[in-house]
């Protein structure tokens, strides 16, 4: 008898199930894997996307006028700068730290350029996270009055720390290009809040500092999270392109074509 079924002369090739060939190993591991991707980088968009609202918001509302509440209600030592918060006032009592002082060149008053005053107050005890303030606004170093110690209660407007990358020319001295938390720390012996105030009155006979005085903020850098956003994004179409390319790949394949066979008795 013959060994094979044949139709007109030629054997029938063997059908592949159409849903089994996509239940492979190979093509559920890449769908588990496209996903995790997609799913990530959708994720993380989302979160750049809401970092540029609120950096949109806060350019968008002043809180220099509102009533003042303890800095304690607005952050702890090592929260990330709330940026709902630019510029809101606050209030707090603790420790100078005289030895933290320090100049921040580039600030002007009137036309002049000048320098922010800026010595840390440890909130509460000695040793507790201090918050850098800004206790006014001197046109030289010369003119500055001594650094202040002991107790002191006070009201700021709260700052995120500053940090564009300008470099600090000569790093031994106490002249600082920008109000960096990097360089801050470096000159007192305890942590330091992620923000800085600056004082709503002028302490120890300086003259006013102000938010005016602050330097232009980088027009990229709200942009900059957009972009990120968008980034994410784009990696995830790019993993979906490639899973759907795989797929078409694995699932495709050539007719097989069967040699005649010939009958036997």
Do not use: H, K
């Amino acid at each position: 008898m013959g060994g094979g079924y044949a139709r007109g002369g030629v054997s029938c090739g063997r059908t592949l199930d159409p849903v089994a060939r996509y239940l492979t190993s190979r093509l559920i591991g890449a769908t588990a894997l496209a996903i995790v991707c997609v799913l990530a980088a959708g994720l993380l968009g989302l979160w750049q996307l809401s970092a540029w609202q609120a950096i949109r918001s806060a350019e968008q509302t002043d809180l220099t006028q509102s009533e003042p509440v303890p800095l304690t209600d607005v952050m702890g030592s090592d929260d990330p700068f709330p940026g709902q918060d630019v510029g809101r006032p606050v209030t707090l009592s603790g420790v100078w730290l005289p030895e933290s002082t320090v100049f921040v060149a580039g600030r002007e008053l009137d036309g002049v350029d000048g320098y922010w005053v800026v010595t840390s107050l440890a909130v509460g005890e000695a040793d507790d996270p201090a918050l850098p303030v800004v206790r006014g606004w001197v046109a030289s170093i010369d003119e500055a009055p001594p650094a202040p110690t002991g107790s002191a209660s006070l009201e700021t407007w709260l700052q995120p720390t500053e940090g564009t990358g300008q470099a600090d020319d000569d790093p031994t001295d106490n002249v600082l290009p920008q109000m960096r938390t990097g360089d801050l720390i470096q000159r007192v012996d305890q942590d330091l809040y992620g923000a800085y105030g600056v004082s709503t009155m002028p302490l120890d006979g300086l003259e006013p500092a102000s938010l005016e005085q602050l330097p232009p903020a980088g027009r990229f850098t709200a942009l900059r999270n957009f972009l990120y956003a968008v980034e994410w994004w784009v990696f995830g179409a790019f993993a979906l392109f490639v899973w759907w390319r795989f797929v078409v790949e694995e699932t495709t394949t050539e007719p097989v074509l069967s040699q005649p066979v010939a009958s036997g008795s």
